[in-house]
């Protein structure tokens, strides 16, 4: 037990001898890129022709903290003698009533050795002493400002009511983008007809309603090992839109141009693929004040093919995830 402290003292002093000449060596001016920053992702491919770029677009604000300047660090690293840039790999934040411990260590990779081990309790007792960090972040860092871009309504409110006879989608506990063990409604190509059907949140037109309109939910594909088959079906209240399978392309497009599908990866599990769908839609074909019915079948036979949903109903756009 005295080799793993003294290995992990020794990744503490290492790492605030190396911090100490970085500062000495590295006097070059810096730019903090901290403030109240305007953006928004693309999955639509609308950024160009709207002009976003232009100044005064109407674009999401997010503040963004940078954690350099403004947290107490435990641990400071050198990664690289040519690029000498100072990095902080553990530090703590206070948000909120709160505070942060957060560690830049990849201690997945490092699991079951015992001077991981050892730092990770070393930071839970440090953690469990209830520090009060002078630097503070605003709360809205814990917001999902991740999970959709502006304009997007949430894909997901639950799930569809089963028709007589009806074989529910298959439950089961898996990976997500966000999550190791996370819910998952799943549709498996290994029978033709297997589904999963939801309902998104009410779609309620805009004073100047959108000509289209972007559901976002959160799911994933996997098995890309197992046999091609016809592949999925995204049906649109009721109707055929389009179908998708893997290898995952750029964009999926209904033959009338009026459904669009994108899956927007955000984690890899060997042959399974997690993230974000969105599923673009044309105004017509929604009803005012009623939700969206969205399903997913199997056309396929004889191949353990998946497509999951997990049933996250706080995907949000930015503008709302930092009110």
């Known amino acids: 037990m005295m080799n793993m402290r003294a290995a992990g003292l020794a990744i503490m002093v ?25 953006f928004a992702t693309d999955p639509a491919g609308r950024g160009e022709a709207e002009k976003w770029f232009l100044p005064g677009a109407k674009l999401p604000a997010m503040p963004l903290p940078g954690y350099a300047p403004t947290a107490d660090v435990i641990v400071r690293a050198l990664p690289s003698m040519s690029m000498v840039q100072d990095e902080a790999i553990l530090f703590a934040v206070g948000v909120g009533k709160g505070s942060l411990v957060v560690s830049g260590l990849n201690h997945a990779k490092a699991d079951g050795r015992p001077e991981n081990a050892w730092l990770l309790a070393r930071i839970i007792d440090y953690a469990a002493a209830r520090p009060h960090p002078k630097a503070v972040w605003s709360v ?75 559901f976002v939910f959160a799911g994933g594909l996997g098995f890309s090992s197992e046999p091609k088959t016809e592949g999925f079906v995204l049906d649109v209240n009721g109707k055929e839109a389009l179908r998708f399978d893997m290898p995952v392309a750029e964009r999926w497009t209904s033959d009338d141009k009026r459904v669009e599908l994108r899956f927007e990866k955000r984690r890899t599990q060997s042959v399974d693929i997690f993230g974000l769908f969105y599923v673009t839609v044309a105004r017509d074909l929604l009803a005012p004040g009623k939700p969206c019915q969205l399903a997913v079948r199997s056309l396929g036979t004889g191949s353990r093919r998946w497509f999951g949903l997990n049933p996250y109903t706080d995907v949000r756009p930015i503008s709302d995830a930092v009110k």
């Not at 605030?16 to 109240?36: M, Q």
């Open 140 to 214: 809205s860092f814990l917001s999902l400002s991740f999970a959709a871009p502006a304009g997007c309504l949430p894909g997901f409110r639950c799930l569809s009511p089963k028709g007589d006879g009806a074989a529910g989608p298959e439950r089961t506990s898996w990976y997500s983008y966000r999550a190791d063990a996370a819910q998952v409604f799943i549709c498996r190509q290994n029978k033709k007809g297997n589904a999963v059907a939801w309902e998104t949140v009410p779609y309620i037109p805009k004073a100047q309603p959108e000509e289209r309109v972007t």
């Open 14 to 38: 290492l790492g605030y001898g190396v911090a100490g000449g970085a500062e000495a060596f590295a006097a070059r001016p810096v730019l903090s890129l901290d403030g109240v920053w305007n």
